[in-house]
């Protein structure tokens, strides 16, 4: 009896979860006339492409297509998770394998960063970056996006060098390797567990953030999805059609990417408890 409850309270967490998606997969494959109906359908009854092929056809902005924007967004997101991925790494193992001072200090640091609500960092980050002159810059963009998510990588990461044994590495020394070998062949492929796990937060942050990426892209032809999605919202109206269509292209590279990831991510977040 207590199995069943828990699988039923477990059915009901997956369906309340996972509806949302439905929903909108469904909403993007309706006419107008069933989206905007007195009884909508949970299921479309003539299924229909013309959202998709409305958005895709380059009319949402003169001049830009919803590809520019989709190729805007992927850029800024890879050079977030492998920039975070290989900083943070080599900071993890700093903080993990040698004794320095202010090594407490830098912990919690990491730590009072990631409870700053990001509204407040608005104002500074765009004085920095306009300084810099990265304004209406995807790299400004990037460099924005990697302040965030480095401390929540580096802290995590920690976790996962800490668990593998100095002895490997003292044993790959012993055999003649250097430094950098025992880190190259040693400790980075008992490490990947952790950073595929950090680059799925990394890749997620930088793929659907909107509030600095609509203040520090000002040419359309830069936007990334989020900001583009912001045009089907109307003062006196909203193209739910549409809007649900982008909604599902923009989910689609990160349900994929988890996809190809999430037994590496699984057995990393396993092994990176063992030791902290």
């Not at 989206?35 to 299924?47: G, K, L, M, N």
């Not at 492409?49 to 409305?54: G, I, K, P, S």
């Not at 999805?225 to 292209?249: E, I, K, N, Q």
């Amino acid at each position: 009896m207590k199995r069943f409850a828990l699988n039923a309270v477990g059915l009901l967490v997956a369906l309340f979860a996972v509806f949302p998606v439905f929903w909108m997969i469904s909403t993007s494959l309706k006419p107008n006339r069933e989206i905007f109906s007195a009884t909508p359908q949970p299921v479309p009854r003539e299924p229909t492409l013309q959202h998709y092929r409305n958005i895709l056809s380059g009319d949402l902005i003169p001049g830009v297509s919803f590809t520019d924007f989709f190729i805007n967004s992927a850029i800024v997101a890879i050079a977030t998770v492998l920039l975070s991925g290989l900083l943070a790494l080599l900071a993890a193992t700093a903080v993990a394998r040698f004794r320095f001072r202010l090594r407490t200090a830098f912990l919690v640091m990491l730590l009072v960063v990631q409870m700053i609500p990001l509204e407040a960092l608005v104002i500074p980050l765009f004085l920095m970056i306009r300084r810099l002159g990265l304004y209406n810059q995807l790299p400004g963009l990037v460099l924005v996006y990697l302040g965030f998510s480095l401390p929540f990588a580096v802290w995590m990461l920690r976790g996962f060098v800490a668990a593998v044994p100095r002895e490997l590495e003292e044993a790959a020394a012993i055999d003649g390797a250097t430094r950098w070998q025992a880190f190259w062949r040693i400790l980075l492929p008992l490490v990947a567990p952790g950073l595929v796990a950090t680059s799925i937060f990394s890749f997620i942050t930088a793929w659907n953030e909107l509030i600095f990426a609509l203040t520090f892209i000002s040419t359309e032809d830069r936007y990334t999805l989020p900001v583009a999605m912001t045009y089907f919202f109307g003062r006196d109206d909203t193209a739910w059609g549409p809007v649900m269509a982008a909604s599902t292209l923009l989910t689609l590279p990160v349900m994929i990417f988890f996809v190809l990831v999430q037994r590496r991510m699984v057995s990393g977040l396993v092994s990176g408890a063992v030791k902290g």
